[in-house]
């Protein structure tokens, strides 16, 4: 996989006989307490190796468009104007890497939070992606097309199983962190890149000390299990990862670091 260019809010990545195109959508401080150990506790203390702003954790917001030139694939799509004012700029990504939205037929959710889902809505309530035709997302997460969702209801596609959407892309289950987090592998003539979206919340950590937890994991210790499973598929020849919450723009290498893991980024940070 191979880093081509890249701007103020995307770049831009050679795999194969892909392109993945990664998106910025903006960033969320969060409270460090939200980390969790083995007992559900807030890990105490904090690693120095994990970098704090005001006092918060900062989580990189990303999305990821996939293509072969033909059929295209956009995973997650940030929040909107759901939640705070640091998001939002998944659009302004899009016209900065010059992708239309209306090319955009098939959006692939990770899971129901809100900073993945809520960007299907503009902010005046119109739909982001106007000849959409397929949301793809886990069943176990159906019900967040309700509301400032419903409108996109009727194009909900659910996952219940490993399937494929496209001939390079096929849908993992993964729950834990919620009932229908997906993970989506890309298989390019180059390898796999796996594309998840809160398998990791805090890269410099979580990492090296994978039973770590997070506060919003529905089923802690499924979310664990599927995180260790999914690190030790990362760490074989020709994986690489794009995670919503790694530090833009997300995309790795993941090798083994003695009992750990260690995570090489392939393309320098956006901030």
Same mark, same amino acid.
């Given at each position: 996989?191979?880093?081509?260019?890249?701007?103020?809010?995307?770049?831009?990545?050679?795999?194969?006989?892909?392109?993945?195109?990664?998106?910025?959508?903006?960033?969320?401080?969060?409270?460090?307490?939200?980390?969790?150990?083995?007992?559900?506790?807030?890990?105490?203390?904090?690693?120095?190796?994990?970098?704090?702003?005001?006092?918060?954790?900062?989580?990189?917001?990303?999305?990821?468009?996939?293509?072969?030139?033909?059929?295209?694939?956009?995973?997650?799509?940030?929040?909107?104007?759901?939640?705070?004012?640091?998001?939002? !700029? @998944?659009?302004?990504?899009?016209?900065?890497?010059?992708? *239309?939205? #209306?090319?955009?037929?098939?959006? $692939?959710?990770?899971? &129901?939070?809100?900073?993945?889902?809520?960007?299907?809505?503009?902010?005046?309530?119109?739909?982001?992606?106007?000849?959409?035709?397929?949301?793809?997302?886990?069943?176990?997460?159906?019900?967040?097309?309700?509301?400032?969702?419903?409108?996109?209801?009727?194009?909900?596609?659910?996952?219940?199983?490993?399937?494929?959407?496209?001939?390079?892309?096929?849908?993992?289950?993964?729950?834990?962190?919620?009932?229908?987090?997906?993970?989506?592998?890309?298989?390019?003539?180059?390898?796999?890149?796996?594309?998840?979206?809160?398998?990791?919340?805090?890269? !410099? @950590?979580?990492?090296?000390?994978?039973?770590?937890?997070? *506060?919003? #994991?529905?089923?802690?210790?499924? $979310?664990?299990?599927? &995180?260790?499973?999914?690190?030790?598929?990362?760490?074989?020849?020709?994986?690489?990862?794009?995670?919503?919450?790694?530090?833009?723009?997300?995309?790795?290498?993941?090798?083994?670091?003695?009992?750990?893991?260690?995570?090489?980024?392939?393309?320098?940070?956006?901030?």
């Amino acid at each position: 996989m191979r880093f081509i260019s890249g701007g103020r809010l995307h770049a831009l990545f050679e795999f194969g006989d892909l392109q993945v195109v990664c998106l910025r959508d903006g960033y969320l401080d969060v409270p460090p307490t939200q980390l969790l150990d083995e007992s559900g506790s807030p890990l105490d203390p904090l690693p120095d190796t994990v970098p704090l702003a005001a006092g918060n954790l900062r989580l990189s917001v990303n999305a990821f468009y996939i293509t072969d030139g033909i059929q295209s694939v956009l995973v997650d799509t940030g929040a909107s104007n759901a939640l705070d004012p640091t998001m939002g !700029s @998944l659009y302004d990504a899009l016209t900065e890497a010059g992708i *239309e939205r #209306d090319d955009i037929i098939d959006v $692939a959710i990770t899971h &129901r939070h809100g900073d993945h889902v809520h960007g299907l809505i503009t902010p005046d309530g119109s739909e982001a992606f106007p000849r959409l035709e397929r949301v793809w997302i886990g069943a176990g997460d159906t019900a967040v097309f309700a509301g400032r969702l419903e409108p996109i209801r009727n194009r909900v596609v659910p996952i219940d199983a490993e399937i494929p959407i496209t001939s390079w892309l096929t849908a993992v289950p993964t729950a834990g962190h919620t009932p229908g987090h997906t993970v989506y592998d890309v298989e390019s003539s180059t390898g796999h890149l796996l594309v998840w979206g809160d398998t990791v919340h805090v890269p !410099s @950590l979580q990492f090296e000390q994978p039973h770590v937890t997070w *506060e919003f #994991d529905g089923d802690r210790t499924q $979310a664990r299990e599927a &995180r260790t499973t999914l690190l030790e598929q990362l760490v074989k020849p020709g994986y690489f990862v794009a995670g919503a919450h790694l530090d833009s723009p997300g995309v790795a290498r993941v090798t083994r670091a003695g009992d750990s893991y260690a995570l090489t980024y392939l393309a320098p940070s956006i901030s």
